[in-house]
C-alpha cells in the first residue's frame, strides 16, 4: 500500500489522508457550499478507505484462486472510487461547475445538522418524499407541505429556504421536543453525539490495555 501506486507521475511522492483526499477530488466537495474547502471528517478516512479495499481485494483473490499475489494498492485511487457516489448524480443532472457540485454533495433539502433552542445539534434526514413530508407536518411548515414541494426535484430548488424554515423551527424548540416529535412520526433524526459519548452508547465496548476502550469489528457474525 502506498500514497499514490507503485506507477505512474506521483509514485513516491510523499503523502498523508488530507493530501491524498485533495488529490482524489474528495477535498475539493467538503466544507459548507459557498465556502472554501475545508477537510473535517475527523477520521482518516483515506486510510481506512485503502486498508478496506486492500482487504476486500485480498480475500477475492484468494477466493477466487486460492493463492496470495501482490497487490498495488494506491490510497489516492481507493478513496477516488468513493466519488462514483456523486459522479452519477452530477452527471445526471449536468454539473460541470465545481461550485454547483458542491451545493449538490453539500446543500440537500431536510438534509442537514439544525441547532435547537437549547443549543443542543441535531442532524435530520429527511430527503425521501415521505420523510420530507412527515418532518414539514410535525413541525408545522404548512408552506412547505404544498403538493408542489412533494417531488425531490422541487425541493432541491428550494433548498435555502427549505432548511432556512426547518432551522427557524428548531431554533424554538429544545432537543426533547424535537427528538419526540419528528421522531416519533418515523423521521430519521439524531442528537449529533460526541465520540466518547457515541462509543458510550454503543454498548460493544472492549478495553484495549493501553488506548483504553476500542469498538471491535462492526459487522455481527455467528460464533
Known amino acids: 500500500m502506498s500514497g499514490f501506486g507503485q506507477s505512474g507521475p506521483l509514485a ?125 407536518r410535525t413541525l408545522g411548515l404548512a408552506e412547505w407541505a404544498e403538493p408542489r414541494w412533494s417531488a425531490y426535484r422541487a425541493r432541491e430548488e428550494a433548498v435555502d429556504g427549505i432548511n432556512a424554515a426547518v432551522a427557524a423551527a428548531l431554533a424554538t424548540r429544545d432537543a426533547t421536543t424535537v427528538l419526540a416529535e419528528p421522531a416519533g412520526a418515523g423521521v430519521p433524526v439524531a442528537r449529533v453525539l460526541p465520540p466518547l459519548e457515541a462509543v458510550e452508547a454503543s454498548g460493544r465496548t472492549v478495553d484495549h490495555p493501553t488506548a483504553g476502550p476500542l469498538l471491535p469489528f462492526p459487522v455481527a457474525m455467528p460464533s
Open 12 to 136: 513516491g511522492e510523499p503523502g498523508h489522508d488530507v493530501t491524498y483526499a485533495a488529490h482524489a477530488g474528495v477535498v475539493a466537495l467538503s466544507g459548507t457550499s459557498g465556502g472554501p474547502p475545508a477537510w473535517g471528517p475527523g477520521v482518516p478516512v483515506a486510510d481506512l478507505c485503502a486498508a478496506m479495499s486492500a482487504l476486500l481485494a485480498a480475500v477475492h483473490e484468494r477466493t477466487s484462486t486460492g493463492k496470495g499475489r501482490h497487490l498495488d494498492v494506491s490510497i489516492r485511487d481507493c478513496l477516488s472510487h468513493w466519488l462514483n457516489a456523486r459522479l452519477g448524480p452530477f452527471h445526471h443532472a449536468g454539473l460541470t461547475a465545481l461550485d454547483d457540485q458542491r451545493a449538490m454533495a453539500l446543500e440537500r433539502p431536510g438534509y442537514h445538522t439544525f441547532t435547537c433552542v437549547d443549543g443542543t445539534a441535531i442532524a435530520i434526514g429527511a430527503i425521501e418524499d415521505h420523510f420530507f413530508g412527515r418532518l414539514v
